[in-house]
């Protein structure tokens, strides 16, 4: 079955960097785009970045610059570099793709705190 798997979470100082992974196993990984969403307490759930089957990638405007979205086809794994991170950017961040109608991974943790 379809299962993505986050890793990567952790608590990291402002202007700190982290970087993301996802795996994904049971579907042909490199025929779908993939996404990056985020969820901090009390907000809706928000697209951080995006990457198509073909590496063209989109970022929000809140992270552009900042962050990174790659792919690895062969590691079939999805990657989100974080860096100059801010306060703002604590949320649970989860990995999104997959055939429709998507799937969803179990999301990590990312706390931003001095």
């Known amino acids: 079955q379809v299962q993505l798997v986050e890793s990567g979470g952790g608590l990291v100082q402002p202007g700190g960097s982290l970087k993301l992974s996802c795996a994904a196993s049971?579907?042909?990984?490199?025929?779908?785009?993939m996404s990056w969403y985020r969820q901090a307490p009390g907000k809706q759930r928000e697209l951080v970045a995006a990457?198509?089957?073909?590496?063209?990638?989109h970022y929000a405007n809140s992270v552009k610059g900042r962050f990174i979205i790659s792919r690895d086809n062969v590691k079939r794994t999805v990657y989100l570099q974080m860096m100059r991170l801010t306060l703002e950017d604590t949320a649970a961040y989860y990995c999104?793709?997959?055939?429709?109608?998507?799937?969803w991974g179990q999301g990590t943790q990312v706390t931003v705190s001095s």
């Open positions: 999104n793709g997959g055939p429709a109608p998507t799937y």
């Open positions: 049971g579907f042909i990984f490199s025929n779908y785009a």
């Open positions: 990457i198509t089957s073909g590496g063209i990638t």
